[in-house]
């Protein structure tokens, strides 16, 4: 590794240059691409993700982009002590992914955990080689993280896993990698890996493809407090799993400002935007639109016709979901496919790498 080949972590607008080229021929060209996306299987999906991430990813499905949903249950140690719900938040969240649309009956769609590919987890151990440690150390999404977990002792884990995510996606080779803004480190990293084990280990074609982010289009949705992104730990979000009544209550006490009249501006006034913007999601009309109907009837009505909105939204999803949660061997047998599934492809290029690294016997 010389230095001027350094991670760069900072190339946002590259990124965003390249997302918006193969978002354009993501419809054209569906057969080009292999979806490869993650969650941590450390609580129930929310209306955040599913409007940051999950429609998207149902989209892109549907269009007939080759889709690989990866359930990085091993990541959830890096930061987490408590281990006794993960396998419950697994079934969970591939309830959450059938009821969302994504067909697991579909030859192009595979669901698995990472834990349960041992070809995948072999990949770790020359990627580890491939990269620095203080690249590992610079890494702003980890850096962060450290900081948000508020502890004095790190755990090795929680520096090598970009390395390990680089694995989930380069197993089973994907190049198309939908995500928000923090991971691009994480993507930055698992090109310049693949890049540097291309160059290094010379074969008759490049083992791995360049993977490429996939950034959402979806502002970022704010939790009920208005004041910051909707997430579990700040306990300001709905679940994709909430009744209609939990779902109601939740709306009512979300924050909004002593003015009355209804306006759209998310400048000065972020929480009434923010519901402004969830109703134009579930409801298809324009936020600016919909704070003209609005108007005097004030947060009340807002908060009113939001609540409707939503559920009507996530009704079939939630009687899907309610199905599915009657049928755990169901879900089983999904996770047992799309591991199957996994194995072999990644057994594929495990047998390629050392291939390449002249290992074979
Ligand atoms: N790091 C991601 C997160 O924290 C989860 C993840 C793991 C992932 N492996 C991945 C995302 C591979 C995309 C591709 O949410």
Redesign the pocket.
């Known amino acids: 590794m010389n230095s001027s080949d350094k991670i760069d972590y900072t190339s946002y607008e590259a990124a965003v240059e390249r997302s918006k080229k193969i978002e354009a021929d993501l419809p054209l060209h569906p057969g080009n691409y292999r979806l490869?996306?993650?969650?941590?299987p450390t609580g129930r999906l929310h209306i955040g993700h599913y409007f940051g991430s999950l429609q998207n990813r149902v989209e892109l499905f549907k269009m007939g982009v080759p889709t690989y949903i990866?359930i990085?249950d091993y990541?959830v140690l890096t930061d987490h002590d408590a281990y006794d719900q993960i396998s419950e938040n697994t079934k969970q969240l591939v309830i959450d992914y059938i009821a969302a649309g994504l067909d697991p009956e579909s030859e192009t769609l595979c669901i698995f955990p990472?834990s349960y590919i041992p070809e995948l987890n072999q990949l770790l151990l020359p990627f580890l080689t491939l990269v620095s440690n203080s690249e590992l150390d610079r890494n702003p999404t980890v850096k962060e993280e450290i900081l948000a977990s508020g502890k004095k002792s790190i755990n090795a884990g929680m520096y090598i896993?970009?390395v390990?995510?680089a694995a989930?996606?380069l197993a089973v080779k994907?190049n198309v990698?939908?995500?928000?803004k923090?991971?691009l480190p994480?993507l930055e990293l698992t090109r310049t890996i693949a890049r540097r084990f291309n160059e290094k280990y010379i074969s008759d074609e490049p083992v791995f493809p360049e993977a490429q982010a996939l950034l959402s289009k979806t502002p970022s949705i704010l939790g009920l407090d208005g004041a910051q992104k909707m997430s579990k730990s700040r306990n300001n979000y709905i679940s994709l799993s909430a009744t209609e009544d939990e779902t109601e209550t939740l709306i009512k006490k979300a924050k909004t400002d002593a003015e009355r009249r209804i306006t759209y501006d998310p400048e000065n006034r972020p929480e009434v935007a923010n519901l402004l913007l969830l109703l134009s999601l579930t409801s298809g009309e324009k936020p600016e639109v919909l704070a003209e109907k609005i108007g005097d009837g004030g947060g009340g009505a807002l908060k009113k016709m939001l609540a409707d909105s939503m559920n009507e939204f996530f009704r079939p999803m939630r009687t899907r979901r309610a199905e599915l949660e009657k049928d755990p061997d169901y879900i089983d047998s999904v996770l047992f496919r799309g591991i199957d599934r996994a194995r072999a492809e990644a057994g594929n290029t495990l047998d390629q790498v050392r291939r390449a690294m002249n290992m074979e016997i």
Do not use: F, M, N, S
């Not at 490869?36 to 941590?40: A, C, H, M, P």
């Not at 990698?177 to 928000?180: A, F, K, Y």
């Open positions: 490869l996306t993650g969650d941590r990866l990085a990541q990472h896993y970009p390990h995510q989930d996606i994907g990698v939908p995500v928000g923090d991971q994480h």
